[in-house]
T-cell receptor, first 115, second 109 residues
Framework: NAGVTQTPKFQVLKTGQSMTLQCAQD?????MYWYRQDPGMGLRLIYY???????DKGEVPNGYNVSRLNKREFSLRLESAAPSQTSVYFC??????????????FGEGSRLTVL | GQQVMQIPQYQHVQEGEDFTTYCNSS?????IQWYKQRPGGHPVFLIQ?????EVKKQKRLTFQFGEAKKNSSLHITATQTTDVGTYFC?????????FGAGTTVTVRA
């Protein structure tokens, strides 16, 4: 099994450009997440999807949109990139959050630089 | 902001020594998870604690959940260079799965 697959792994954007980070999991998980990681800030939740058909804002949603395309896929879109969005982005999934149903599986991360 | 607070933010340890990192919450947690992230890598699940006062061990790592379920700790004995990385706790009480800021561990050989 591939687990959680994120694309692209690296991306450089100019301010104002848009892009979509793709994430797919093959573990039949219900809940999916997008986090960003900045030095000293830990993992901050951008958006999450508790189950197919639902999405909710996390701690730092401004400047982002998400789509839960189906049970497998959860994409993150930057409509107009800003230098403050330079970060490492992680997608993660879990069978069902909030329950004793196991662990979060993370993708390998997408390193985004906005110039 | 983050619901769970981790201290210390950085831990510099002499190889062979022990250390402890702490995770504290202002609210009662239904369960808490711990993850480790190696430099340049992604977080990897270590353990989940559910019961009040629960203690679990994985080789040199000991995890504890407080009696009031508002804090947790990770104690590493006889630190090795393989312990280098950032350790995160995560509140799995609801769908949000919020992480603490992490404790970054470096080891002096």
């Amino acid at each position: 099994n591939a687990g959680v697959t994120q694309t692209p792994k690296f991306q450089v954007l100019k301010t104002g450009q848009s892009m979509t980070l793709q994430c797919a999991q093959d573990m039949n998980h219900n809940s999916m997440y997008w986090y960003r990681q900045d030095p000293g800030m830990g993992l901050r939740l951008i958006y999450y999807s508790a189950s197919e058909g639902t999405t909710d804002k996390g701690e730092v949603p401004n400047g982002y949109n998400v789509s839960r395309l189906n049970k497998r896929e959860f994409s993150l879109r930057l409509e107009s990139a800003a230098p403050s969005q330079t970060s490492v982005y992680f997608c993660a999934s879990i069978r069902l959050a909030g329950m004793n149903t196991g662990e979060l599986f993370f993708g390998e991360g997408s390193r985004l630089t906005v110039l | 902001g983050q619901q769970v607070m981790q201290i210390p933010q950085y831990q510099h340890v002499q190889e062979g020594e022990d250390f402890t990192t702490y995770c504290n919450s202002s609210t009662t947690l239904s369960n808490i998870q711990w993850y480790k992230q190696r430099p340049g890598g992604h977080p990897v699940f270590l353990i989940q604690l559910v019961k009040s006062g629960e203690v679990k061990k994985q080789k040199r790592l000991t995890f504890q959940f407080g009696e009031a379920k508002k804090n947790s700790s990770l104690h590493i004995t006889a630190t090795q260079t393989t312990d280098v990385g950032t350790y995160f706790c995560a509140d799995n009480s609801d769908y949000k799965l919020s992480f603490g800021a992490g404790t970054t561990v470096t080891v002096r050989a």
